[in-house]
């Protein structure tokens, strides 16, 4: 670009999400995060300044916008690189990414003359990887007996209980309570209320 963004934005959002818990406490699912946001502004000179390069002599603006529309529906990814160095020489920072361009602004102010701003929206672009799965080394659990139904567990609620602790119990955590709720549905209508004498059936494991 013929003249380096003043200021230029990176953000990483991640996509962790909370949930309440019937004892008052708070569950924090742990997401991978979304690819990296990428946001600066730009500016494209009518005629040239001291300060603006080009690699092969002065570009009107509209060149630069035909290929910034080229990018955005060719629907590729394509590679962005922005280099910052100190006037003594020291490299600052160095963004090198492949990214697809999301969208981009144009704005047009008295203030800039006929110069043109554009405020581009860029994010990182990662490979969709698949996992294949050899059926050769699958391996294959006997199937079981017909005349061995599977064991089910169960419980019969006492004064005291609740599906919390019973989860605990059972099952190793208090979070685990929303398997036994809905294992249990035909006769639990809601997950703090159960009563004494309900035979529960409990989750393998």
Not at 44 to 65: D, T
Not at 72 to 90: D, K, N, T, V, Y
Not at 152 to 163: C, I, K, P, Y
């Amino acid at each position: 670009m013929p003249v380096t963004p003043a200021t230029f934005k990176l953000r990483y959002r991640g996509k962790n999400e909370r949930t309440a818990l019937i004892n008052g406490g708070e569950m924090t699912h742990i997401r991978h995060g979304e690819h990296a946001q990428i946001g600066f502004e730009l500016s494209l000179p009518r005629k040239r300044y001291p300060f603006a390069r080009y690699e092969r002599g002065f570009v009107q603006p509209e060149r630069f916008l035909e290929h910034f529309l080229h990018l955005r529906e060719a629907r590729r990814p394509f590679r962005f690189i922005l280099s910052r160095q100190a006037q003594s020489g020291i490299l600052l920072a160095n963004t090198n990414m492949r990214v697809t361009l999301e969208s981009f602004d144009v704005v047009e102010s008295a203030k800039d003359g006929d110069d043109l701003l554009v405020s581009m929206n860029l994010r990182e672009f990662r490979e969709f990887a698949t996992k294949r799965i050899d059926e050769n080394k699958m391996v294959q659990r006997p199937a079981r007996e017909a005349d061995e139904p599977p064991f089910e567990a169960t419980h019969t609620v006492v004064r005291g209980d609740n599906l919390w602790n019973l989860a605990r119990r059972y099952l190793g955590s208090g979070q685990r309570y929303p398997e036994i709720f809905a294992l249990n549905r035909d006769q639990i209508q809601h997950p703090n209320l159960i009563f004494p004498g309900q035979v529960l059936r409990l989750p393998a494991g």
